[in-house]
């Protein structure tokens, strides 16, 4: 039997007798193998589950790495953690500065060709990350017998859930350390970088000046979502789940070639915030490691975890206590407040149909922040009593005054009506942004439905016109946008958006002299809403003045970031950034528009608007790595380019054909085919 089926085999015996007669049966006379298949047991145990390399070493593993040795600068000092392929170590750098940094070295007698592979794409996610609360790398380099390492931060902190257990940290205080975490979450996968195993030993906790700051490391089995993270060959074995089977995703233990994207990640939150608040994880250890590989998988795939409180409930009274006793509390006061926002954030991140988790990590932060801030959450139904107990709770003191003056039906009738329009104003919202998704998606029938949904939800007429003419535009019917859109300005004179997107439109077919003719009245235009200033934003990133098309990017950036992300956005943006690099020729430039562009892939993969704006931006950036001497990046960009490209000519649309032409004229350009 293989190492894979041997230890198949003993996962599917609960009786440990059993278990070791099976090792003992089929590895009498193989040290080797039999280390490996208890490596892999082991790790089950320390939650490294499916971390160790599955094939056999070439020679026998060392016990211990050799202290006090030197490699290069550094002089390893303490081995300070292990996994599948390697070991980490405390070291002493003495050249060029001195300072102690964590050095990780693959093991001897495992550098296969995809463990290399696997331990080069961890360096490199790392070294896309530039965020307080990622460990940074520092440096890189072989051994002398050619065994990888690379240098990084020295993070000397604890794993998040055991730093709030000796802290005795508050549920809020839990929450808002939590919420730092979500940001980098969302700060690696805007970078294009899925971590695919996030669990509480892979987040420590340090004190900087007394303040807690988490730090996420281990991107051991990082996934990229767009950009090729190493030129050695990786791909992941069939019928090989990557991750932790307590903080997995059911996509990831489905085994069905289904694509991972970033909604994986924010399961494993929900997981995470589920463990912080309840001491528990929803799926025990000791029941997961009873069940066999198969009932294992279906338990992460089919079962659906009991809500915090539920969950809290049901513990035997003494572990209660102590749970809440660790979150300075009791218990039913602590179930008291998981009930509610808590347990419908928690189960929204952790939906088993993925389509139904928060889109991003920073909107499951900001439904956190929400919940601090005693505001509606989005992660449930809203409804006029439940928003008048976040009133009340926000404006408490307001309250109890106007209570003791006069408790009137004019009062009530105004609360109600306050009510009604916020709700309003949230479904109209989360109706346009559905629409935007279906334009994303060049499918014309689902774009006519949303677009509906958005009358029906009460969306103004101004939108709808908007929509309606970004629907023509991206199925290449700009005759129709245009008419669409001058109607609409007609019937908005003042609408910035109406003129933008009418400008925008012109310049589509070249009509350069309606796109300046309907520029010219935006000339005093003063954007105050988000959708002014990014689609203002967008109309300038066409001008041929170099500062008009910066002062589009930086509208549109703010739009982004201190009003809204979007996917739409995001795509807008990075269309926006490539422009500005066709001028200036910056590799900076277009590295910022091809991370915009990965962020709206997280979204949505191969919709029409992403693989336009992909194959494009990527084109470009090959062409300026080419004139800036940067091989790597002209070849990955390339690959990209011609696959996005590959999958844009599906789409029978001017859309695509105006973006495959800008393409095919930078290919013929750089000689490529």
Same mark, same amino acid.
């Given at each position: 039997?293989?190492?894979?089926?041997?230890?198949?085999?003993?996962?599917?015996?609960?009786?440990?007798?059993?278990?070791?007669?099976?090792?003992?049966?089929?590895?009498?006379?193989?040290?080797?193998?039999?280390?490996?298949?208890?490596?892999?047991?082991?790790?089950?145990?320390?939650?490294?589950?499916?971390?160790?390399?599955?094939?056999?070493?070439?020679?026998?593993?060392?016990?211990?790495?050799?202290?006090?040795?030197?490699?290069?600068?550094?002089?390893?000092?303490?081995?300070?953690?292990?996994?599948?392929?390697?070991?980490?170590?405390?070291?002493?750098?003495?050249?060029?500065?001195?300072?102690?940094?964590?050095?990780?070295?693959?093991?001897?007698?495992?550098?296969?060709?995809?463990?290399?592979?696997?331990?080069?794409?961890?360096?490199?996610?790392?070294?896309?990350?530039?965020?307080?609360?990622?460990?940074?790398?520092?440096?890189?380099?072989?051994?002398?017998?050619?065994?990888?390492?690379?240098?990084?931060?020295?993070?000397?902190?604890?794993?998040?859930?055991?730093?709030?257990?000796?802290?005795?940290?508050?549920?809020?205080?839990?929450?808002?350390?939590?919420?730092?975490?979500?940001?980098?979450?969302?700060?690696?996968?805007?970078?294009?970088?899925?971590?695919?195993?996030?669990?509480?030993?892979?987040?420590?906790?340090?004190?900087?000046?007394?303040?807690?700051?988490?730090?996420?490391?281990?991107?051991?089995?990082?996934?990229?979502?767009?950009?090729?993270?190493?030129?050695?060959?990786?791909?992941?074995?069939?019928?090989?789940?990557?991750?932790?089977?307590?903080?997995?995703?059911?996509?990831?233990?489905?085994?069905?070639?289904?694509?991972?994207?970033?909604?994986?990640?924010?399961?494993?939150?929900?997981?995470?915030?589920?463990?912080?608040?309840?001491?528990?994880?929803?799926?025990?250890?000791?029941?997961?490691?009873?069940?066999?590989?198969?009932?294992?998988?279906?338990?992460?795939?089919?079962?659906?975890?009991?809500?915090?409180?539920?969950?809290?409930?049901?513990?035997?009274?003494?572990?209660?206590?102590?749970?809440?006793?660790?979150?300075?509390?009791?218990?039913?006061?602590?179930?008291?407040?998981?009930?509610?926002?808590?347990?419908?954030?928690?189960?929204?991140?952790?939906?088993?149909?993925?389509?139904?988790?928060?889109?991003?990590?920073?909107?499951?932060?900001?439904?956190?922040?929400?919940?601090?801030?005693?505001?509606?959450?989005?992660?449930?139904?809203?409804?006029?009593?439940?928003?008048?107990?976040?009133?009340?709770?926000?404006?408490?003191?307001?309250?109890?005054?106007?209570?003791?003056?006069?408790?009137?039906?004019?009062?009530?009738?105004?609360?109600?009506?306050?009510?009604?329009?916020?709700?309003?104003?949230?479904?109209?919202?989360?109706?346009?942004?559905?629409?935007?998704?279906?334009?994303?998606?060049?499918?014309?029938?689902?774009?006519?439905?949303?677009?509906?949904?958005?009358?029906?939800?009460?969306?103004?007429?101004?939108?709808?016109?908007?929509?309606?003419?970004?629907?023509?535009?991206?199925?290449?019917?700009?005759?129709?946008?245009?008419?669409?859109?001058?109607?609409?300005? &007609?019937?908005?004179?003042? #609408?910035?958006? +109406? =003129?933008? *997107? !009418? /400008?925008? %439109?012109?310049?589509?077919?070249?009509?350069?002299?309606?796109?300046?003719?309907?520029?010219?009245?935006?000339?005093?235009?003063?954007?105050?809403?988000?959708?002014?200033?990014?689609?203002?934003?967008?109309?300038?990133?066409?001008?041929?003045?170099?500062?008009?098309?910066?002062?589009?990017?930086?509208?549109?950036?703010?739009?982004? &970031?201190?009003?809204?992300? #979007?996917?739409? +956005? =995001?795509? *807008? !943006? /990075?269309? %926006?950034?490539?422009?500005?690099?066709?001028?200036?020729?910056?590799?900076?430039?277009?590295?910022?528009?091809?991370?915009?562009?990965?962020?709206?892939?997280?979204?949505?993969?191969?919709?029409?608007?992403?693989?336009?704006?992909?194959?494009?931006?990527?084109?470009?950036?090959?062409?300026?790595?080419?004139?800036?001497?940067?091989?790597?990046?002209?070849?990955?960009?390339?690959?990209?380019?011609?696959?996005?490209?590959?999958?844009?000519?599906?789409?029978?649309?001017?859309?695509?054909?105006?973006?495959?032409?800008?393409?095919?004229?930078?290919?013929?350009?750089?000689?490529?085919?």
């Amino acid at each position: 039997m293989t190492e894979e089926e041997i230890f198949h085999a003993i996962l599917s015996q609960g009786d440990a007798q059993e278990r070791q007669r099976i090792l003992a049966e089929h590895c009498p006379d193989d040290p080797v193998l039999r280390h490996r298949v208890e490596a892999l047991l082991d790790s089950l145990k320390t939650e490294n589950f499916m971390r160790v390399h599955l094939e056999p070493p070439t020679t026998p593993l060392p016990v211990k790495e050799m202290e006090s040795q030197s490699i290069g600068p550094y002089k390893l000092l303490q081995q300070i953690g292990e996994g599948g392929f390697g070991t980490v170590w405390m070291a002493e750098q003495t050249h060029p500065v001195q300072r102690r940094v964590a050095l990780k070295i693959i093991k001897a007698g495992m550098d296969t060709k995809e463990v290399i592979a696997r331990f080069e794409q961890e360096r490199q996610a790392l070294a896309l990350m530039d965020h307080p609360n990622i460990a940074r790398v520092l440096d890189a380099g072989a051994t002398e017998t050619g065994r990888p390492f690379f240098v990084m931060e020295l993070v000397r902190g604890v794993p998040i859930t055991r730093f709030c257990d000796e802290h005795l940290l508050t549920p809020q205080a839990r929450i808002t350390l939590f919420t730092k975490v979500c940001r980098a979450v969302q700060h690696a996968h805007m970078k294009g970088v899925i971590h695919r195993d996030l669990k509480p030993s892979n987040i420590l906790v340090t004190l900087h000046d007394g303040v807690p700051v988490p730090k996420v490391i281990d991107f051991g089995i990082a996934k990229a979502m767009q950009q090729r993270l190493t030129d050695k060959t990786l791909f992941t074995h069939f019928e090989q789940m990557v991750g932790t089977p307590l903080y997995m995703a059911p996509e990831q233990a489905e085994l069905s070639g289904l694509d991972i994207d970033t909604r994986c990640d924010i399961y494993a939150l929900g997981v995470l915030l589920y463990e912080l608040l309840t001491g528990q994880t929803p799926f025990s250890q000791d029941e997961l490691m009873k069940a066999g590989f198969d009932e294992m998988r279906r338990l992460i795939r089919e079962r659906e975890p009991k809500k915090p409180s539920t969950l809290l409930k049901t513990l035997a009274a003494a572990t209660a206590s102590t749970v809440a006793t660790h979150r300075q509390s009791e218990t039913p006061k602590l179930i008291g407040l998981l009930k509610g926002d808590l347990d419908w954030i928690v189960m929204k991140a952790m939906e088993k149909d993925r389509r139904r988790r928060y889109e991003t990590a920073s909107a499951l932060a900001d439904d956190l922040q929400r919940h601090l801030d005693h505001e509606p959450v989005l992660a449930r139904p809203p409804s006029t009593v439940y928003r008048l107990q976040k009133l009340l709770q926000k404006n408490r003191a307001a309250f109890i005054t106007i209570s003791l003056v006069a408790l009137s039906l004019l009062a009530g009738l105004a609360i109600s009506t306050t009510l009604y329009v916020r709700l309003r104003v949230e479904k109209a919202q989360r109706a346009v942004e559905a629409a935007q998704f279906a334009i994303m998606s060049g499918e014309d029938e689902w774009i006519t439905a949303t677009i509906r949904e958005c009358t029906a939800a009460g969306v103004p007429r101004t939108f709808i016109g908007l929509l309606e003419g970004e629907q023509h535009l991206i199925q290449g019917r700009v005759e129709d946008a245009i008419r669409t859109l001058e109607d609409l300005v &007609h019937e908005a004179p003042k #609408s910035i958006p +109406a =003129r933008a *997107l !009418l /400008a925008t %439109a012109h310049d589509l077919v070249d009509d350069t002299r309606s796109y300046h003719r309907v520029m010219a009245t935006l000339a005093d235009a003063k954007p105050k809403e988000r959708e002014d200033y990014l689609i203002l934003g967008h109309a300038l990133s066409h001008s041929d003045d170099e500062k008009e098309r910066q002062q589009g990017v930086e509208f549109m950036a703010h739009a982004i &970031h201190q009003m809204r992300d #979007s996917p739409m +956005a =995001r795509v *807008l !943006l /990075a269309e %926006a950034r490539t422009r500005l690099a066709v001028h200036s020729r910056s590799l900076e430039e277009i590295q910022e528009a091809i991370a915009d562009i990965n962020a709206a892939r997280g979204w949505q993969r191969h919709g029409i608007a992403v693989l336009a704006i992909s194959s494009w931006a990527h084109a470009v950036g090959a062409q300026i790595a080419e004139e800036k001497n940067r091989a790597d990046l002209r070849h990955s960009w390339l690959a990209v380019a011609k696959t996005d490209g590959e999958q844009l000519v599906t789409f029978d649309s001017f859309y695509a054909e105006k973006y495959l032409k800008l393409q095919k004229e930078i290919f013929a350009q750089m000689g490529v085919d």
